[in-house]
């Protein structure tokens, strides 16, 4: 472990004093519980946060979407999901400043993946959810071109248990615009 600790220290040390200068640290007092699971910034330097919640929403944890100015200050928040735990574990931004943030929905006891795509206005385009007969979820996703890469688990498809499963869609016009 002392060598661990060692190359992050190392790693943290190597980096120029100006990256890691906060520029700001923001709460913002909702009533349940919230989990960032990750982020990005748009191209105006908005930045978009995508994790769980249970403050609003219809269900146990509700998948959510959240954009602030750069400077920290909410313009809106999202959340999506239905009665049982659902969470947004990764987002991608489209070459129109879009915001894809996937994740999974509960449906019943299982996990279907679910991918939502939003404008920089908090628009939503659609939503989609993928999944069989067990659980299955998106971990993280990536945009290149004109293409969705979407990577996670599947009990439903494999060799049986959890099995990785990887998918790459094209974007446009999916699943109707």
Same mark, same amino acid.
């Given at each position: 472990m002392k060598n661990s600790t060692f190359i992050l220290f190392i790693?943290?040390?190597?980096l120029p004093p100006a990256l890691l200068a906060?520029?700001?640290e923001n709460s913002y007092n909702l009533p349940g519980n919230e989990i960032g699971n990750d982020i990005a910034e748009l191209s105006d330097g908005s930045i978009v946060t995508v994790g769980q919640s249970t403050s609003y929403g219809s +269900?146990? *944890? #509700?998948?959510?979407?959240?954009?602030t100015t750069s400077s920290g200050s909410l313009l809106w928040i999202k959340y999506f999901g239905g009665s049982g735990e659902d969470a947004a574990k990764a987002l991608t931004i +489209?070459? *129109? #400043?879009e915001i894809y943030a996937a994740g999974y929905k509960t449906v019943g006891s299982l996990k279907d993946g679910m991918l939502v795509k939003l404008d920089a206005n908090g628009v939503v385009?659609?939503?989609k959810t993928f999944g069989g007969s067990d659980i299955d979820?998106?971990?993280d996703i990536g945009f290149r071109g004109n293409r969705i890469y979407m990577a996670g688990t599947t009990a439903s498809a494999g060799a049986g248990?959890?099995?990785f499963g990887f998918e790459n869609r094209h974007s446009g016009?999916?699943?109707?615009e």
């Open positions: 790693f943290f040390a190597l906060q520029k700001f +269900g146990l *944890n #509700d998948m959510f979407v959240m954009k +489209g070459p *129109n #400043d385009f659609w939503t979820e998106i971990n248990g959890q099995d016009k999916y699943p109707s």
